[in-house]
Every structure is written in structure tokens, then in C-alpha cells.
């Protein structure tokens, strides 16, 4: 095991360093910006006023809402890596670390409004009628030949085996030990008691999942940022030296001070990119699944929806964490042996830092435990429509099952190797991805542009769009999507043709690259 553990760990290294996936991510990121001129930047609030202040679009077709959709995919990412992430990453990079985590978050808004966008435009139905869209589609039906094929179907893979890893087993144990250190409750019990929670939301599917998130994430991220700037108000005068530091440090490195040994530039870089997409996600592809079940009147509109869930993510909580970290002087602080603080405790003594008594350990702990509950819960949604697009949707409930029983298991276990094969599987699911936006990248920003021509502050009606959209290629594509069981005609297995209403799908073509 201990060999096991050490190769992995090299595995995992090589896939988040410097020289492979770093580059790509960023890469990728910034070439999309380009080619889309920075929407991110200008088309922020608008996507802002639709899906968090509007909510809802002008669409009956998809099974949640578009901010259902959004709180669904944040509920996925919003997670340890918003707490120990961070933490980690000004531990060893300096807090420097924190500027490449905003960039990261910045030109991540650019690969993240990409892969919802062609979540929703190449997204089918299964046989219950549910949406099925992200990467394991997209990538066989918008890229012709072998090639997209194996891109989705690698996709599938890796994903399905992460959903048991980064987004079940390893979050459950950080709730487990936490609740442990905090309030002495006992791993197993609380294992238990996850198990039952999230069975209950998961029998009842993607429309449970958004009931429960679409309330739940609004109240863990308000909860956990009031408390943030309640610091940070306490220790205002430290904030503008904190600015100052950060962006010192992300061009020259990190001197040693306190307990912190100093870091190097590219340390900085490497633990800022890799947290912060650790964080957010873009460019993994695993939120353009739940983009995939919004109702929507376009793809473009969703795509900028889902878009804001990186702003919140990086820009927001994961500023909040890092300042306060920085303010309160936890990164260069020393524990009892006289060695810096721990990453999984330096969220933890900040807070307790800069909040009376023992509200800090009491609010990151519980902050902790809602931002880990939910990310299973969204990874559940994600894991499910792999096992849907791999086996078809018989095996969704089982899989629903069973993935509630593992939480049991990592909520008990020790889960070092793990953690090690969860990041190689989250790596590796982003490659296929990130290969298929650059492919499709023309087609992204050609429709994008046709769509913002005609509607640039996201107010046009259905009827509306109906009318500019009507005679553009791939429209009446998008619409067979809403056939039940047309995720079928992409996986190999015969089409029932009782289920699609009379339409042949066999003979429509989709876009070229």
C-alpha cells in the first residue's frame, strides 16, 4: 500500500505539474477568451441578473431550473478546496498563490461558459425523459469520427470513477474527522447518518438534488462569507498590506517569515493554478453536466449562467478564505513543535484568530461539513449521468444506491491512496475536455456572436429567439435533443423507435467542426 500511495503520488504530480495539464488548463482558458472576446468580463452581469436575480428562463424544456442548475454545479465545487484548497496553496506557494488562484478563476469563467454551452446545444434525453448532456456527449456528437468517441467515452470513464473518489469517499471523511475533533461524534455515526441524508435526495434524482440545492448553497455560502468579512472588517487596517503582499508576491516569490520556509516563484504559480482549478473545475468539464438539465431558451444563456458558479467560487469565497488567512498572519504562524501551521488547520486558526471563543473551529467546521455535503450530492448528479451515458439508464437507481453506501465507507477508512487516485482521475477527466474546446472553439464563438448579436442583454423572449434563430444551422439539431431516448442514438444500443415519436434521428447530422 505504502508503495501504491508513493506511485500515485508521482502519477498525480506529473498530471497537476508544471509541464502538463498547469499549462494546458491556462492555456486553454486564455485562448477561449481570445476567441470570444472576454465575455466573461462584460457579459458578467447579465449573467448575473438571469440566473441568480431572474432565476428562471423564458423555457419549459430541461428538468431544473437555470439557477437550480447553477446552485447544483456549485454545490459540486464549493467544497474543501474553498477551506483546506486555499490553505494549502498559501501554505507552501505564499500568498502569492492567491493572485494565480484569480487568474485561474478569471480565464477558468471563459473554459467553463464553453463546456456548458455545448452541454446544453448537444445535451439529448434518456428513456426517463431526463436531460443527458456534458463531455460524454458533446465530444462524440460535435466532433465527427474515431476521435470524438474515444475523447467521450474517456471522459465517461474518468468521471465515473472520480465521482467515488473526489466527490464522495474523500468528502465524507473530511466531514467525519472534523465532526470528530469538533464535537466527538464518532466516524461511524456520522457515516451513518450521511448515508440515510443523501439516499434521500438521490432516490428522487436530478429535481431532488435541485430542490435541496437551490436552497441549501445559498445559506452554506452566506454563512461562511458573513463570517469571513466579519474578520475581515475586525482587521481592516491589514487588508490593503495584505493586496500589497499578494501581488509582491505572485512576480518575486515568497521571502521565509514566521514559520513559512519561502517559496519560489513558480511554486506560487504551480499551487495557485492547481488549487484553484481544484476549486472551481473549469475546463474539468463535470459542471457542464448539471448546465445540461437547465431549462433554457438557448444554449449561450446558459453557458454565461454557468459561468457566474467560477466567479462565486474563486472571485468570492475563495478571496474571502485567503484574506482572512493573510490578515490574521495564520500563513507564517508556527504550532506547538515550532513548525508552520498545517493546511487542514490553518483555515481553522485563522478564523479561531480572528473570531472570539471557539466560533472560528465551530463555523469552519460546519462550513466544512455543508460544503462537503453538497459536493456529493452534485458529484452524485455527475457520476449518474456517466454511469447513464457507459450502461443506459437502468443502472442509474443502483448506481444512486450504491454510491450512498460508499459514503458509509469513506466516512470509516483511512483514504490516503484515495485522495492520490482521485486527483489523477480529476486530471485525467479534464483532458479529453479541454481537447474538445480547443477543437470545437470555432463553433463556440461563432454561435456565441450570432447569439449576443441579437440579444446582448439576455431579455429575448422564446418566440424571440425562435425568430433569429430559426434558420441557423444546428437549431432544429438542439430540438431533437428533447426527444425521449435520443441519448440512445450515441451509445451503441438500439433505439427504440416507440419512444422518439415518430422521428427518425438516425440520419441528423450535427455541426461540423
Same mark, same amino acid.
Given at each position: 500500500?505504502?508503495q501504491?500511495?508513493? *506511485?500515485?503520488?508521482?502519477i ?20 477561449? @477568451?481570445?476567441?470570444?472576446g ?6 458578467? +452581469? ?17 428538468d431544473?431550473?437555470?439557477?437550480? =442548475? ?5 454545490? =459540486? ?37 464553453s ?36 475523447l =467521450?467515452? #474517456? +471522459? ?6 472520480a ?18 475533533e ?11 447518518i ?13 429535481k431532488?438534488?435541485?430542490?435541496? *440545492? ?6 452554506m ?10 474578520i ?8 490593503p498590506?495584505a ?19 519561502? #517559496? ?36 449561450v444563456?446558459?453557458?454565461?449562467? @454557468?459561468? *457566474? ?17 493573510? %490578515? ?50 452534485g ?9 447513464e451515458?457507459?450502461f ?13 453506501l460508499?459514503?458509509?465507507?469513506? #466516512? ?49 423572449t ?28 450515441? %451509445? ?22
Amino acid at each position: 500500500m505504502e508503495q501504491l500511495e508513493t *506511485t500515485l503520488g508521482d502519477i498525480g504530480s506529473f498530471v497537476w505539474g508544471p509541464f502538463f495539464l498547469i499549462p494546458l488548463l491556462l492555456g486553454t482558458g486564455l485562448y477561449l @477568451s481570445i476567441r470570444l472576446g472576454f465575455l466573461q468580463f462584460h457579459k458578467l +452581469f447579465p449573467a448575473i441578473n438571469l440566473g441568480i436575480i431572474r432565476r428562471r428562463d423564458d423555457s419549459e424544456e430541461g428538468d431544473i431550473s437555470q439557477f437550480q =442548475a447553477l446552485t447544483t454545479a456549485l454545490a =459540486a465545487t464549493v467544497g474543501t478546496g474553498n477551506i483546506v484548497g486555499v490553505a494549502t496553496a498559501i501554505g507552501i506557494g505564499g500568498p502569492g498563490a492567491l493572485f494565480w488562484m484569480w487568474v485561474t478563476g478569471l480565464l477558468g469563467m471563459a473554459s467553463k461558459y464553453s463546456e456548458a454551452y455545448l452541454a446544453v446545444r448537444f445535451r439529448t434525453t434518456d428513456e426517463a425523459g431526463d436531460k443527458s448532456g456534458g463531455p460524454q456527449y458533446y465530444l462524440q456528437k460535435a466532433i465527427r469520427g474515431p476521435l470524438g468517441k474515444v475523447l =467521450a467515452l #474517456s +471522459f465517461a470513464v474518468f468521471a465515473f470513477l472520480a465521482s467515488f473518489g473526489i466527490g464522495n469517499m474523500t468528502q465524507a471523511n473530511s466531514i467525519a474527522a472534523n465532526v470528530e475533533e469538533s464535537f466527538g461524534l464518532l466516524p461511524w455515526i456520522t457515516g451513518i447518518i450521511l448515508t440515510v441524508l443523501t439516499l434521500l435526495v438521490l432516490v428522487g434524482g436530478i429535481k431532488s438534488i435541485g430542490r435541496v *440545492t437551490s436552497t441549501f448553497v445559498p445559506i452554506m455560502i452566506v454563512f461562511y462569507v458573513a463570517a469571513a468579512l466579519y474578520i475581515l472588517i475586525a482587521n481592516i487596517g491589514g487588508i490593503p498590506q495584505a493586496f500589497a503582499l499578494i501581488f509582491t508576491d505572485a512576480f518575486t516569490g515568497t521571502a521565509a517569515t514566521g514559520g513559512f520556509v519561502g #517559496s519560489a516563484l513558480i511554486i506560487a504559480i504551480q499551487y495557485g493554478v492547481a488549487r484553484g482549478v481544484f476549486s472551481n473545475e473549469s475546463g474539468m468539464g463535470s459542471a457542464a453536466i448539471a448546465a445540461a438539465a437547465a431549462q433554457t431558451t438557448h444554449p449561450v444563456r446558459q453557458g454565461l449562467v @454557468s459561468m *457566474t458558479q467560477t466567479f462565486i467560487d474563486t472571485i468570492i469565497v475563495v478571496t474571502c478564505t485567503g484574506l482572512v488567512i493573510i %490578515t490574521t498572519g495564520t500563513w507564517s504562524q508556527v504550532d506547538e513543535t515550532g513548525q508552520q501551521v498545517s493546511a487542514a488547520l490553518m483555515t481553522g486558526e485563522a478564523f479561531s484568530t480572528g473570531l472570539p471563543g471557539q466560533w472560528g473551529h465551530w463555523i469552519v467546521t460546519i462550513g466544512l461539513v455543508m460544503f462537503a455535503f453538497s459536493t456529493i450530492l452534485g458529484w452524485s448528479y455527475y457520476g449518474e449521468r456517466n454511469v447513464e451515458r457507459l450502461f443506459g439508464q437502468r443502472l442509474v437507481m443502483p448506481y444512486r444506491v450504491v454510491f450512498s453506501l460508499v459514503v458509509f465507507i469513506g #466516512s470509516t477508512i483511512p483514504l490516503a491512496v484515495v485522495w492520490n487516485f482521485s486527483d489523477i482521475m480529476n486530471g485525467l477527466m479534464a483532458l479529453p475536455n479541454l481537447i474538445g474546446l480547443l477543437i470545437l472553439s470555432g463553433l463556440i464563438a461563432r454561435e456565441t456572436k450570432h447569439y449576443l448579436r441579437h440579444d446582448p442583454k439576455l431579455v429575448a423572449t422564446a418566440a424571440e429567439i425562435e425568430a433569429f434563430m430559426v434558420d441557423r444551422p444546428g437549431w432544429a439539431d438542439w430540438k431533437s435533443g428533447n426527444v425521449v431516448g435520443s441519448s440512445r442514438t450515441h %451509445t451503441g444500443r438500439s433505439l427504440d423507435p416507440r419512444r422518439v415519436h415518430d422521428k427518425d434521428l438516425s440520419d441528423r447530422s450535427t455541426d461540423a467542426v
